[in-house]
DNA sequence: GTGCTAATTCTCACATGCTGAGAATTAGGC
DNA sequence: GCCTAATTCTCAGCATGTGAGAATTAGCAC
């Protein structure tokens, strides 16, 4: 789902899931990533061959996606994300807790705010960070990169750093065997004891501070938001889409954002629907 | 996908697809639909239950699943729709050309408006008309029922009708044979030529107003937008949260909203990404 | 309309791999 | 660190997914 070129989700089994060839749900399933942005449009026969399966099997895949909604026919040979897609989208929307406590926070929060900027809510999703909602006091557009299902880098900037900091050893470990460049890279290398030092640097600081790491000019204040039982489940962060007026100001930013964050950790609690 | 009770598209092939079963991969994508905004969450074993599959296969369909990031286990025995579907979203709003037309048709649009209202950008998907895009002059809230993704009654609502006028003659049948009861309801039969006679009369009319048809108190003002071939495409409405104020504004909203309607149709023409 | 070509479905035989039942294992909670 | 429920594993049997190619359909040009 993340484009990755295909590289298997490295928090599963690591030991014989390589063996196994894909199951067959697995592949109509596998059809979806295929479609980005750069690449919304699909044929059959393309998607066939990608998928390395014969030209009738393409055709089958696509056809039980159409019928699942999954994706639809633009018209002969060409074919898009389905709305089945988009409904799903309403149904987790509409299932997220934390969503829900967080969007009359950061409203109010970013009606404090004289500067121009964005507030993010979002969320580790695959080695990333994914943008969950976003609320902006510009016309819409100029911040439109950090829109829901956006995905960030997860070594740079604020809004990645401060869920980084928290994530389960585990989930470091695996980060630091498939993206151990990357982390040098970000100044946090060269050894894991290194990058494990860098984290515990982060954590130190209640809030992240960090500018021009993602995009130039822009600055990101992020608090990490934890669930019930203490596991970082995102982070709110603010953007400022020019750099801070003084010191006084970002330690004002630092307190608002704390504060938004904690205010949405209180609102936790009471579990959602029970499960059968 | 459409919750329907399980009712297959009516659209697909009539003669023969009753008689197979379902393929495997068509049931894994079936337990998505499972999940709704009443029942969020669901467990492996119940979810085996409702699609009558052994516990052993109810897992292994989850796990693919959640492989694909299509579902996200929340804890032991608790799943939720997963992120995967966010990052599809977000795909599928890229790839729209008609809401990257039509939204900042639409903003332009409300801001024109000096009543709370809310502008609706629709599709047909499925029986229903499903909301693309929403855009309100009020603090969100009060409009949240025609956010993204929400379905509404095909029968029912300026923003359905205008639709519904449009569609080709296959779906009306289709459409009559399904919901015959609801027709006869929404006062378009008894009979299917009185059906059609509906459908020529609300042709008859560039825009469609309707009045508490939805929810009681609101008036919808909408017009359909056809693509370059000429065939429906959706809807872009005004549903005024109070009753308009006299005749005359109604007129003027009608001719807004018309207006609007052929500024989007304007934008398209341009082929989206080519398929291979 | 008529014909052309590419898109799409169909047929069928084969073997892959999905399935259910139950045993074995794992993991949360007290 | 126990205990019970959740989850995975094993395995045999057969349903069904698969590829190759033929048959059909649908869009488009003239």
Chains 1, 2 share one sequence.
């Not at 599963?12 to 690449?39: C, I, M, P």
Request: proline share 6%; charged share 25%.
């Amino acid at each position: 789902m993340t484009n990755d070129g295909g590289k298997r989700d490295p928090s599963a089994k690591r030991d014989k899931s390589a063996k196994r060839g894909l199951t067959s749900a697995e592949k109509v399933l596998g059809v979806l990533s295929l479609f980005s942005t750069e690449r919304p449009v699909w044929s059959p026969e393309r998607a066939a061959v990608r998928m390395r399966v014969s030209l009738a099997t393409g055709y089958r895949y696509f056809n039980t996606l159409v019928a699942a909604g999954m994706l639809e026919k633009l018209n002969r040979n060409r074919y898009v994300l389905g709305p089945a897609i988009v409904e799903l989208d309403r149904k987790v929307r509409a299932a997220d807790p934390v969503l829900k406590l967080a969007q009359p926070v950061m409203e109010r929060l970013l009606r404090r705010l004289r500067e121009p900027a964005a507030i993010l809510l979002c969320r580790y999703y695959r080695q990333k960070v994914m943008c969950i909602h976003q609320e902006t006091n510009r016309g819409g557009e100029p911040v439109s990169s950090y829109e829901r299902g956006t995905l960030r880098p997860m070594f740079r900037g604020a809004t990645s750093k401060v869920i980084l900091a928290y994530l389960p050893p585990r989930t470091i470990v695996d980060l630091w065997r498939d993206h151990r460049r990357e982390i040098v890279a970000a100044g946090m290398g060269p050894g894991f004891e290194d990058f494990k030092a860098a984290l515990r640097a982060l954590r130190r600081e209640p809030v992240n501070v960090s500018s021009s790491e993602v995009d130039a000019g822009r600055t990101g204040i992020a608090a990490a938001i934890f669930d019930a039982s203490g596991r970082v489940n995102g982070s709110l962060s603010i953007v400022l889409l020019s750099p801070p007026a003084n010191k006084r100001a970002v330690a004002r930013l630092t307190m608002a954002v704390q504060a938004a964050a904690r205010e949405i950790e209180r609102g936790r609690g009471m579990a959602p629907t029970k499960a059968g």
